[in-house]
Each structure stands twice: as structure tokens, then as C-alpha cells.
């Protein structure tokens, strides 16, 4: 998210979790304030290998309820800054971003196992994120950990089938994560797309998976 007025409307939609990035090289790189959220909001600070003091600067200025690491983080970087985090305010949720094209080496996970909170699985390109295209989620099936992800990675309307099927198998998917297929411009989220969205993924409005914007 990047424009207040855009902030507000999507609020209204009631995702569980909104998203502001700070790293210089994106087009939805944050600056300026925040507009009021409703409580049940998750402020979510998204960064690219940037240092824990700034992480923890930027979360004393906004309120982050979670962290996502998009970079090159260890996982010696995500135990310290979660508990230089978790030493100044109530439970902080940690999110690593690992991304995927057509295969994908799980064992990298393991070192992080039991510090981060949710895996996020994003298309591998270009660019940090925003890349507009999945990757092959058939890979996932050989995912094995019981820690929780967050699918992501070109998300969009066309995707329906695709996300209606996954949701059935057992695979722990914790929350859907769109970008960049309900966007007119970078940051600026297009509301009547992400509601048709929300009425095929969640058509009585029951959820059993989360929503990040």
C-alpha cells in the first residue's frame, strides 16, 4: 500500500493484513504517514536487507504487528532482530520470503525453522516482488514443514481455479498475499477487483485463510 485515500478504501474490504514497503529501489517504496486502521489490522513493514536498527526504527514509527524479510536475511539475521523486537513490544510475527520458479530446494528452510512465523513463497524474477506471474505451485508439494506459509506471487483474478484448488489439499497454507494484479499503478490497489476477489475466495465471508494487501 502506498496512498492514503487508497489505504482507507481498502481497509473497508477487511483484509487481515496490509503491507508497507521500505526499500528505496521499488515504485511502492513508503513514505509519509499511515491513516488510522482498524484494530484487527496487521500494519505489516516490509523490507529488503536492511539493517535490524532501521527495521526496529520503523516499527517504533508505525506500529508494525509483523515484519517480511524480501532480501538475502540468514537465519542468525531473523533470530536477532526478532528478539531485539520481541524485547520491546508484545509478539512481532516474522515473515522470510524465499522465492520459486519451477523447482525449489526446501532443505534451505530448515535453519530457519522455529524463529520465523510464516514462510512467504513469491515468484522468482526481476524484481523484488510485484513480479505479475506465479510460479508452478506443483512444486509446493513437496513442501514438508509444519511451519505455515503465505502463498504470493502474481495472484490475481485469473487465478481462481487455481487458488480454489490448492486450498483444498493439505498443504498449511496460512494467508494469500496480492500485489500487483489489483493494481492500476504501483501501490494503488483497484477495489473493485480485489472485491470480486474476495467473493469468489471467501463467498460467505467465513475465512479460513488470511488476506494480505
Known amino acids: 500500500m502506498k496512498y492514503q485515500e487508497n489505504i482507507e478504501a481498502i481497509a473497508s474490504l477487511q483484509p487481515d493484513y496490509l503491507g508497507f514497503i521500505f526499500y ?5 517504496n513508503f513514505t509519509g504517514p499511515i491513516a488510522e486502521l482498524p484494530a484487527h489490522i496487521k500494519k505489516t513493514g516490509v523490507f529488503v536487507n536492511a539493517s535490524i536498527d ?7 514509527e508505525y506500529g508494525f504487528k509483523a515484519i517480511q524479510l524480501h532480501g538475502d536475511e540468514t537465519s542468525h ?22 522465492s520459486i520458479k519451477d523447482e525449489f530446494d526446501f532443505s534451505t528452510l530448515n535453519p530457519y525453522e522455529g524463529i520465523v512465523d510464516y514462510f512467504l513463497f513469491d515468484t522468482k524474477g526481476k524484481e ?32 481462481i481455479d487455481k487458488i480454489q484448488a490448492i486450498l483444498k489439499t493439505n498443504l498449511p497454507i496460512y494467508a494469500l498475499d496480492v500485489n500487483s494484479k489489483f493494481e492500476t499503478q504501483p501501490g494503488l490497489k483497484n477495489i473493485d477487483k480485489l472485491i470480486e476477489f474476495k467473493k469468489h475466495i471467501y463467498p460467505s ?3 479460513n485463510k488470511k488476506t494480505t494487501l
Open 205 to 207: 465471508d467465513k475465512r
Open 77 to 98: 539475521f531473523c533470530q536477532e532482530l526478532k528478539q531485539k523486537l520481541e524485547s520491546l513490544y508484545d509478539k512481532i510475527e516474522l515473515f522470510k520470503v524465499f
Open 54 to 60: 532501521f527495521i526496529v526504527k520503523k516499527t517504533k
Open 24 to 28: 528505496e529501489k521499488s515504485p511502492r
Open 128 to 159: 523484488k516482488g510485484g513480479n505479475g506471474y506465479t510460479f508452478d505451485w506443483s512444486v509446493l508439494a513437496n513442501y514438508s514443514s509444519k511451519t505455515p506459509f503465505i502463498l504470493s506471487g502474481g495472484i490475481g483474478l485469473e487465478e
